[in-house]
């Protein structure tokens, strides 16, 4: 599976965005999706992740519970990051990933197989 993130940019403090990440190859269904993000100078983090079904399981990093919410639309084979109430903190790239094994959402970054090219988020105060 191919997997292209997109909807990125500049944005103040406050703000939202909203992340997706289109797969193409195969469906979307029979991946675990997740979001990561590496801001400049660190390492790539876990923010989200969904279950297969969509119906099932999220899971997020406390540093964006709350604020931010993950979802998939299976039938438009596409996943999604809604990034609320923006905080310069989150700048970062953000990366979309699949999952071929698992069923339910999982933080662990060694699960997933499939990596999207990453798109910029930058956060001005």
């Known amino acids: 599976v191919q997997l292209q993130a997109s909807g990125g940019g500049l944005v103040q403090a406050g703000a939202s965005l909203r992340l997706s990440c289109a797969a193409s190859?195969?469906?979307?269904?029979?991946?675990?999706m997740g979001w990561f993000r590496q801001a400049p100078g660190k390492e790539r983090e876990f923010v989200a992740s969904i279950s297969r079904s969509g119906g099932g399981s999220t899971y997020y990093a406390d540093s964006v519970k709350g604020r931010f919410t993950i979802s998939r639309d299976n039938a438009k084979n596409t996943a999604y990051l809604q990034m609320n109430s923006l905080k310069p903190e989150d700048t970062a790239v953000y990366y979309c990933?699949?999952?071929?094994?698992?069923?339910?959402?999982?933080?662990?970054?060694?699960?997933?197989?499939?990596w999207g090219q990453g798109t910029l988020v930058t956060v001005s105060s």
């Open positions: 190859g195969r469906t979307l269904s029979s991946y675990v």
């Open positions: 990933a699949a999952d071929r094994n698992g069923r339910g959402a999982t933080m662990s970054e060694l699960k997933y197989d499939y």
